[in-house]
C-alpha cells in the first residue's frame, strides 16, 4: 500500500510531460472520458483562482492512504538536543524532510520551503547535523497530520521525537 501512495503522490511534470503544455502550442487539454472519447477543454489562465479543488473517488483514495501511513508510521526518537538560531528547540514532535552535514545544503532547503509559505526551520544537533523541520508540534496527533500533508511533496518525510 506504501508503494501506491509514493507513486501517486510522486505523480508530476517530470512522470508526466504529455500533461504539461509546450510554448506556443494551442492553449487546450485533451482529456479522455470513461468511453474514450477525447474532448478539448480550455486550459485556464495562470492567475485563475479556484475556490474549491473538486473531490475525486481517486483523490479521496489517495488521501485517504497517505493519512493512513501516516498513522501508522514509526516516530524516530533521539536524546540529542537541537537548537534553531542558537536557540534550543522547544517543541517535542517534528516532521523531519532534509539531513545533511553542509549548511548550506539545509538552508537552501529551508529557503525552498519558506518561499512555499512554511513555517520551517533548520536545526542542528550536538554532532553538527542539520536537519530541516518543516513542521513542529507539541503532541503526536498534531505530528501524525502533519506528515500526511508533508508526504504530499516529500515523499520521504518522517517523524523524530526529542527526548526530554
Given at each position: 500500500?506504501?508503494g501506491?501512495?509514493t507513486m ?19 492553449a ?7 468511453k ?16 474549491e ?28 538536543t537541537?537548537t ?7 517543541q ?9 552535514q553542509?549548511?548550506?545544503n539545509s538552508?537552501?532547503?529551508y529557503?525552498t520551503?519558506?518561499?512555499?509559505g ?10 553538527g ?14 505530528i ?7 508526504r ?9 521525537k526529542?527526548?526530554?
Amino acid at each position: 500500500m506504501l508503494g501506491v501512495a509514493t507513486m501517486l503522490v510522486a505523480c508530476s511534470q517530470k512522470y508526466y510531460p504529455e500533461m504539461y503544455q509546450k510554448a506556443g502550442e494551442e492553449a487546450s487539454v485533451m482529456v479522455k472520458t470513461e468511453k474514450d472519447t477525447v474532448l478539448h477543454a480550455p486550459v485556464l489562465p495562470a492567475d485563475t483562482v479556484l475556490v474549491e479543488e473538486p473531490k475525486t473517488p481517486i483523490k479521496d483514495t489517495v488521501e485517504q492512504v497517505v493519512d493512513s501511513v501516516a498513522a501508522n508510521a514509526t516516530i524516530r526518537e533521539t536524546t540529542d538536543t537541537y537548537t534553531s538560531g542558537g536557540v534550543a528547540v522547544q517543541q517535542q514532535y517534528h516532521v523531519v524532510v532534509g539531513s545533511f552535514q553542509s549548511e548550506v545544503n539545509s538552508q537552501n532547503l529551508y529557503l525552498t520551503l519558506k518561499n512555499q509559505g512554511f513555517e520551517s526551520k533548520v536545526a542542528v544537533n550536538q554532532n553538527g547535523l542539520y536537519r530541516v523541520f518543516m513542521y513542529s508540534a507539541d503532541t503526536e496527533v498534531e505530528i501524525r497530520k502533519a506528515l500526511a500533508k508533508a508526504r504530499v511533496t516529500y515523499a520521504d518525510a518522517w517523524m523524530l521525537k526529542i527526548a526530554r
